[in-house]
Structure formats: C-alpha cells, structure tokens
C-alpha cells in the first residue's frame, strides 16, 4: 500500500487543492509519479551535463533533420520539459504520448530548448512505478 504524502490530506491539503491551479496539481503529480533514484529534475539540468530525468512522454512527433528520418518526443516531469530526439528513426515500440520513461543522455541545447539526441531508456510500467 502505497504512502500519502502529509500535503494530500486533511485540512491544509484540502485548501491547497482549493486554491492551486490544475496546472498546478497537475505538475506536482507528474513530479511525484517521476521521483526515480538516482533521476534529477529537468529544470536542474544544464547545456553539456550528463543526466538520468524520468517523466511523461507528452507529444511523439516524426521531424526530418537534413533529409534523415528522426523521432522527438517531448519529456515532461513536472518541474520542465525537455526534447528526445532520436536520429534515424521513423519510429519506436513503446515511444508514445502519455508513456513514462526514465532517460539517460547528454544534455544539449537547441533554439533555447533542452534536448537530449538518441538517449537511452528504459520504459516503465503503464499502470504506476
């Protein structure tokens, strides 16, 4: 059986739920279903660092890049997005929206975007951790 978190319940839970935003209850979720060993927030990340982030695929779109096939994906884990770009692919068994994956790659920046090219994953279970 799975803990609850002392800002879920009773009263001071029940009037932050009140007050906060779904934006907002939405991100801490996202953020309590992506907290991985070992896994580091996406907004901590920065330009030429070597990351592991966990989080929720959000959009899977095929964007050619100088005449190749590559798959990007946006990762999202409550605290920021960041883009996987696979080079070469048309596609991948398991990469698609709503898809929670734990990621490992260098951190590049793209357009004033994070990116992460041909990153290793692991998929994770569709129902939970």
Not at 111 to 127: M, Q, T
Request: proline letters at 7%; glycine letters at 10%.
């Amino acid at each position: 059986m799975s803990e609850v978190p002392p800002e879920r319940h009773g009263l001071r839970g029940f009037i932050r739920r009140l007050i906060s935003s779904r934006d907002e209850l939405e991100a801490e979720e996202v953020r309590a279903e992506s907290a991985v060993p070992g896994a580091v927030p996406i907004a901590t990340c920065r330009q030429r660092q070597r990351v592991r982030v966990a989080g929720t695929l959000r959009t899977v779109t095929l964007r050619p890049r100088g005449g190749a096939p590559a798959l990007e994906a946006e990762l999202y884990d409550g605290s920021d997005m960041i883009n996987l770009v696979w080079l070469g692919r048309r596609r991948i068994a398991g990469i698609e929206p709503g898809r929670k994956l734990v990621v490992n790659g260098l951190v590049s920046e793209q357009n004033g975007r994070k990116v992460i090219f041909n990153p290793r994953y692991d998929l994770r279970p569709a129902g939970g951790k």
